[in-house]
């Protein structure tokens, strides 16, 4: 049986916007902050906890990728010898790579692998989408800051199961799925603008394949009413919360008369908003100056499931720890849950150990003194 030939792409800017509560990570914008902070690498560690499953039977694969951190770096660390076909323009001269760094890879390597993987989020989707068209057989492992298009696996490991069926000649289907991207500066601003850029071919089982992102915003408006009118009165002056970014969290500030910030990160003590639009690290900040109790609201993305891990990268493994699996609150209208079909809640929040501490069965509010137990698994 020939060796399955495995394309590697990793974008080493991806999701680096996340906990700097950027909303994403193009533009200017990011690239001046990881230039003065420098790069935690998140798509490099992500891209290696899924081929790391592959070791295993790495006498069945093969790779060819780009010179240095996208993507021959993640797997020489590995232990794997992958064929070097290029590299990004600038490298020579330690500049960041780009999004035509990105294209020219793509385009070259899907000439000679039969599955193209590449680690980043919707802005790589749309670049890789650009390059190679319809036909090459890809996936994306998730590693951006927004990641509403359907052609990513639901976590790193979950890449690298698919990945291992494939290796071991599994008949794994191939399925058509959207690559979508939203606009930036919108974005920033609180308004959604997202657009379909078409469909790329998918290899994948539906448990694997993280599903489109569902809007729902206008059509759950009324439910977020409700949710917000029960948990208003119980809120305490001595508790610092910290609502997650979406609608129904929303609701719950617009209900307390207070500004929200819809697609970011919110913290409220006393009656007052203490932080709009936080990033991770004044978050830690305010944790660790608050000495009374917390508790965190979040909730899961339509047709998704995700309730951490998506959109929400403030809530870093170190600010989830320090509130506790204990102080999270869950918060979802039943149609949302419905629309799972059965699948359970996910949580990504790039740190497989916290993953696992998390999964387990939670309490969420579905509307006016209305509450189901739900499973929540880790996206692995």
Known sequence: MSAL????????????????????SDGEAVRERVAAEGNPQRAAGRAQRALSLLRECAAELSFVTWG????????????????????????????????????????????????????????????????????????????????????????????GEL?????????????????????????????????????????????????????????????????????APALDDKTLYLLGPGSTTAALLEELGLPATLLGVDALCGGQVLAADADEARLLALLGAHTGPVQMIVTAIGGQGHIFGRGNQQFSPAVIRAVGR???????????????????????TNDPALDRELAGYYPVVTGYDDEILYRVAAGG
């Open 68 to 159: 240095g951190d996208m993507g021959q770096q993640v797997l020489e660390a590995l232990g794997f010898a992958p064929q070097v076909l290029g590299a990004a323009e600038g490298s020579c001269q330690g500049q960041m790579s780009s999004a035509a760094d990105t294209r020219q890879a793509a385009a070259t390597l899907c000439q000679h692998c039969d599955l193209l993987v590449f680690a980043g989020g919707d802005g790589t989707a749309r670049d890789v989408f650009d390059a190679v068209g319809e036909q090459q057989p890809v996936l994306g492992i998730p590693a951006g800051v927004k990641m509403h298009s359907g052609v990513f696996a639901v976590s790193p490991e979950a890449a």
């Open 163 to 231: 990945l291992l069926q494939l290796a071991r000649g599994g008949l794994v289907g191939l399925r058509r799925q959207e690559v979508r991207d939203i606009d930036e500066d919108a974005f920033r601003q609180g308004r959604v603008r997202t657009r379909f850029y078409g469909e790329m071919s998918v290899p994948g089982e539906g448990r694997f394949l993280q599903h489109t992102k569902v809007g729902g915003r206008e059509d759950q408006a009324l439910v977020a009413a409700d949710i917000a009118a029960w948990l």
């Open 5 to 24: 030939c495995i394309g590697l792409l990793v974008n080493p800017l991806a999701g680096v916007g996340g906990s700097l509560a950027l909303k994403g």
């Open 326 to 348: 204990d102080n999270i609150r869950l918060i979802a209208a039943k149609s949302k849950i419905a629309a799972l079909e059965g699948r359970p809640l996910l949580v990504d």
